[in-house]
């Protein structure tokens, strides 16, 4: 019954952590938001570690590493830690800075982490090292923070949406909450402006795609070009389907030759058809292998399409 305290005020801490403890699954964060919203005093951190947490591993796996502010804060700190502690002779040391710098490439970094903590300047004293495959990960690190923070400050969007949809400027957004609750609402409203703009997009190219096929039917209009997610395709139907064109006297001949080539060919398919069809009129039964009896002693009734060729069998039965 916890979907009926939503509109109940002034609950005990203790009771409700025992109420969710209860629920399990069935305390959903739509529920638990109503209820917070008639009880501010139970947004505590309990309740933020003990259910909202869950809410975001479970909701949304594909999160890239995003938590809130406090949580990215001790992460980073701790892995620039491990690099400040570098002794380049103890082979222990190396790999750890190493692994440290390929989870730094795979952490969420925002403008505000890196002046805050000056990560780019830890980073980028292991440049100098001896060790050259660290080096090239220290360069590697940094070029890619610089090129994608430079990319979201040049930018320029359109609306609020536009800028949430952004993967860095998400990144800014969602490493600004400082709990799970705010985190999960963050990352809910990106899944709903990614989801509205797929959705605009595929109704955009629907219409350009029925808009063509109208113009093709009518006559108005060959098929011109056609965007793909991939490239830009051209399609040329002249090509492969034989039709009156204003062209050079070559290509009308080749055009000829070609409708020629089918006339034949379909002709000849129909007096295979036709021959079989008077076969069959004449003697309805025939039999293969002794007289009278088939395979297994029964008689096998002729197909009419055993003379047509052999690719057009399975389409015509």
């Not at 440290?100 to 795979?106: N, S, T, V």
Request: with cysteine; hydrophobic share 35%; aromatic share 8%.
């Amino acid at each position: 019954y916890i979907d009926r305290f939503g509109s109940v005020g002034d609950l005990p801490l203790d009771f409700y952590l025992d109420i969710l403890g209860r629920a399990n699954r069935r305390a959903t964060p739509t529920v638990v938001g109503r209820i917070e919203e008639f009880n501010p005093h139970l947004r505590c951190k309990e309740t933020d570690q003990g259910f909202w947490r869950a809410a975001v591993e479970s909701n949304f796996r594909q999160r890239n590493g995003l938590a809130p502010f406090p949580q990215l804060k001790k992460q980073l700190k701790a892995k620039l830690r491990v690099v400040q502690t570098l002794e380049e002779n103890d082979e222990d040391s190396v790999k750890n800075v190493a692994s440290a710098l390929q989870e730094l490439d795979r952490f969420p970094i925002s403008i505000a982490l890196l002046e805050k903590y000056q990560a780019a300047r830890i980073i980028g004293s292991l440049r100098s090292s001896s060790n050259e495959d660290l080096a090239m990960k220290a360069k590697q690190l940094l070029k890619k923070w610089k090129t994608e923070i430079k990319a979201y400050s040049t930018k320029t969007f359109q609306d609020e949406a536009a800028r949430k949809r952004d993967p860095q400027g998400h990144i800014e957004e969602a490493s600004a909450c400082h709990s799970w609750r705010d985190l999960y609402q963050c990352m809910k409203d990106f899944d709903e402006c990614r989801m509205q703009s797929f959705g605009k997009k595929s109704r955009n190219l629907y219409d350009v795609e029925k808009s063509q096929k109208a113009a093709i039917k009518s006559g108005v209009a060959f098929m011109g070009e056609r965007k793909s997610r991939s490239q830009q395709v051209k399609l040329n139907f002249s090509a492969k389907i034989p039709t009156f064109t204003k062209c050079s006297p070559a290509a009308n001949k080749n055009q000829m030759s070609r409708i020629s080539q089918l006339k034949s060919d379909f002709a000849s398919q129909r007096k295979l058809a036709t021959a079989a069809f008077a076969h069959r009129k004449s003697d309805s039964s025939v039999t293969t292998g002794k007289s009278g009896a088939g395979v297994g002693g029964k008689k096998r009734q002729m197909c009419v399409l055993d003379a047509v060729p052999l690719r057009h069998q399975k389409q015509k039965r």
